[in-house]
């Protein structure tokens, strides 16, 4: 539920940044934002011993925009910091977040 819950926001936050001037850099604030809460979540629940966010979503969320905020959870709130591989896998998203961006913005660009 937790999980369809993180997709669910993430989608409205999508539909928002749509509406806004400047959508690109409105879903990466807002993406980022929601992600950085996300993390600080999954932290609680972790310290609460509750269910937590699947590292799937997790990744899925610093991919498809909120790595910025994700890598600012993670700092704020110790987390996923040095678990392996999910570390991996996570600058692994952000990498190719960045090279699809990039790839974006050059072909606009033309």
């Not at 990466?28 to 992600?35: C, G, P, R, V, Y």
């Not at 990744?59 to 999910?86: D, E, M, N, S, Y």
């Not at 190719?96 to 072909?107: I, K």
């Amino acid at each position: 539920m937790l999980n369809v819950l993180c997709y669910f926001l993430l989608a409205l936050a999508a539909a928002g940044s749509a509406l806004l001037p400047h959508s690109l850099a409105m879903w990466f604030l807002l993406a980022s934002a929601l992600t950085f809460l996300i993390y600080g979540a999954d932290k609680l629940a972790a310290r609460k011993a509750w269910r937590r966010v699947p590292e799937s979503t997790l990744l899925v969320c610093g991919f498809v925009g909120g790595w910025p905020g994700a890598i600012f959870g993670q700092q704020l709130f110790r987390h996923k910091t040095q678990k392996q591989p999910f570390k991996t896998y996570f600058m692994f998203s952000v990498v190719l977040n960045v090279a699809v961006l990039m790839l974006v913005a050059w072909r606009f660009a033309s």
